[in-house]
């Protein structure tokens, strides 16, 4: 959940986001409406999944994905990079040039060549208008897949060229083809490692099996005829060192959750949510569903304001047409000093008739929204537990503030013989061994060379930004 940019993320009641509904039956006929429907959808990108916002790392990317462009096949675009605040290793393209990479992925690479060959292989996509070749670009597909973070699907002849070329466009570049069997092997294992989490579509995520493309990848590199060129790092120390620092895990600039609590630093507020719940947090929002999934209560900025009664006449307006809003009930709330607004009314959501418990809450010159969802019906055991989270808003006390953390990418130095094991112990390092060894591309139990640069993370303290007030 972003300082910025919080809307509305109730499944239930909300309606198609307007660049998806509006293009539900488009096609893309032309690379005009490639760049077109590419810049409705970026902005959508940045909404939904949030931005890294580090200008030296972007303009490092765009450096690299420039000088790969400039041998794109295809249809040339005024190509446009950026990093996306996901952790699960990611790349995607979108019409018109617009490339994206998570900051899970780049933390990935070991050196600039894997980086490289991953933005060309994207970078063939757009040139090749893969997306203009689906029979549909609308609701049921490409204009969608950004609401979950996922990568856009393509067809096994798009990924095998999109592959085949990418490799051939790093080379044409002066990057080593080879450096793309790598990626595609520990972007595999990196998955292996995060199993046991809710899996999230991404890079691999194709037609063709892993293991045929990195097959099929290491082949192609031993044919590609190609010149090395200096890369805009200048070694693999300078690359990692460009690298450094990069967030790893979580971000806490979105909010952390300690159990069934949800702290979130910069916007300085806590509340928890029903004990035994899923939570999930978001870019746009965060909340909970109940384990029988019938019910779930979500979190979300509504705007700036100090009126939690104006806000909530605002909101009626709007969701009331679209949504078939009926209002039951509204009173005035004291929440810890705040003079919060209630409704409670019912609701067409996707599945049927729901009935809405919503709280809106003044805190610092914002206004936040606290929406419980349940089937329409004579049971409401769920409004007391709805009713709970809102009165649970309250104020970050400095022992809770103090308590948030984020994990950052570091690099060190190995010692003469020191095993990952070993290093990870002397260096406090944060990730397992085997996670450590699928991040830095090396077997876990083999010795280290001495001074071989290993990428570690570290728990550090998170800094605030100043908040709002």
Same mark, same amino acid.
């Given at each position: 959940m972003r300082r910025v940019a919080l809307v509305a993320l109730v499944l239930v009641l909300a309606p198609a986001a307007p660049v998806a509904r509006a293009q539900e039956d488009a096609r893309l006929d032309t690379r005009y409406d490639d760049r077109d429907a590419g810049e409705r959808v970026a902005r959508e990108v940045e909404a939904n999944l949030g931005l890294?916002?580090?200008?030296?790392?972007?303009?490092?990317?765009?450096?690299?994905?420039?000088?790969?462009?400039?041998?794109?096949?295809?249809?040339?675009?005024?190509?446009?990079?950026?990093?996306?605040?996901?952790?699960?290793?990611?790349?995607?393209?979108?019409?018109?040039?617009?490339?994206?990479?998570?900051?899970?992925?780049?933390?990935?690479?070991?050196?600039?060549?894997?980086?490289?060959?991953v933005l060309g292989h994207e970078i063939v996509h757009a040139s090749m208008r893969h997306a203009a070749a689906r029979e549909q670009v609308g609701g049921a597909g490409f204009f969608q897949w950004f609401r979950q973070g996922q990568i856009a699907a393509y067809g096994r002849g798009q990924e095998r060229t999109a592959d085949r070329l990418g490799q051939g466009v790093a080379?044409?570049?002066?990057?080593?083809?080879?450096?793309?069997?790598?990626?595609?092997?520990?972007?595999?294992?990196?998955?292996?490692?995060?199993r046991g989490?809710?899996?999230?579509?991404?890079?691999?995520?194709?037609?063709?099996?892993?293991? /045929?493309?990195? +097959?099929? $990848?290491? @082949?192609r590199a031993g044919v590609?005829?190609?010149?090395?060129? =200096?890369?805009?790092? #200048?070694?693999?120390?300078?690359?990692?060192?460009?690298i450094e620092g990069l967030t790893v895990g979580a971000s806490a600039s979105e909010g952390v959750f300690r159990g069934?609590?949800?702290?979130?630093?910069?916007?300085?507020?806590?509340?928890?949510?029903?004990?035994?719940?899923e939570t999930r947090n978001t870019h746009r929002a965060v909340?909970?569903?109940?384990?029988?999934?019938?019910?779930?209560?979500?979190?979300?900025?509504?705007?700036?304001?100090?009126?939690?009664?104006?806000?909530?006449? /605002?909101?009626? +307006?709007? $969701?009331? @047409?679209?949504?078939?809003?009926?209002?039951?009930?509204?009173? =005035?709330?004291?929440? #810890?000093?705040?003079?919060?607004?209630r409704v409670t009314g019912r609701a067409a959501g996707s599945g049927g008739p729901v009935r809405l418990v919503v709280t809106w809450v003044p805190f610092r010159g914002q206004v936040y929204r606290v929406t419980g969802v349940a089937p329409s019906g004579p049971s409401r055991r769920y409004e007391g537990l709805f009713l709970n989270v809102a009165r649970s808003f309250r104020p970050l006390t400095p022992e809770l503030l103090a308590s948030v953390e984020e994990t950052r990418l570091h690099v060190v130095a190995a010692r003469p013989g020191e095993s990952l094991a070993q290093l990870s112990r002397r260096t406090g390092n944060a990730w397992p061994v085997q996670q450590t060894a699928v991040m830095n591309g090396v077997v876990g139990d083999v010795p280290l060379p001495a001074g071989e640069l290993v990428k570690i993370a570290l728990r550090e303290p998170y800094q605030p930004a100043a908040p709002r007030r």
């Open positions: 890294v916002d580090d200008p030296a790392l972007v303009a490092y990317v765009t450096a690299i994905g420039r000088r790969l462009a400039r041998h794109a096949p295809g249809f040339g675009f005024d190509y446009r990079f950026a990093i996306v605040d996901q952790d699960e290793p990611n790349a995607f393209a979108l019409p018109g040039g617009y490339i994206f990479v998570s900051r899970g992925l780049i933390a990935l690479c070991n050196r600039e060549d894997e980086l490289a060959n080379a044409l570049a002066g990057w080593d083809p080879a450096a793309m069997a790598p990626v595609l092997k520990n972007i595999e294992f990196t998955e292996r490692v995060r989490r809710t899996p999230m579509p991404g890079f691999l995520d194709t037609h063709p099996g892993t293991a /045929e493309r990195v +097959a099929a $990848a290491s @082949e590609i005829a190609w010149k090395p060129a =200096p890369g805009v790092a #200048r070694d693999r120390a300078d690359f990692l060192r460009r069934s609590r949800f702290l979130h630093a910069d916007l300085g507020f806590t509340l928890r949510f029903p004990e035994g719940w909340g909970a569903l109940a384990p029988t999934r019938d019910g779930q209560v979500i979190l979300e900025h509504q705007g700036p304001g100090r009126d939690a009664r104006a806000a909530a006449r /605002e909101w009626i +307006a709007k $969701a009331g @047409e679209k949504a078939r809003l009926r209002v039951d009930a509204q009173q =005035p709330v004291k929440l #810890r000093g705040a003079e919060a607004w």
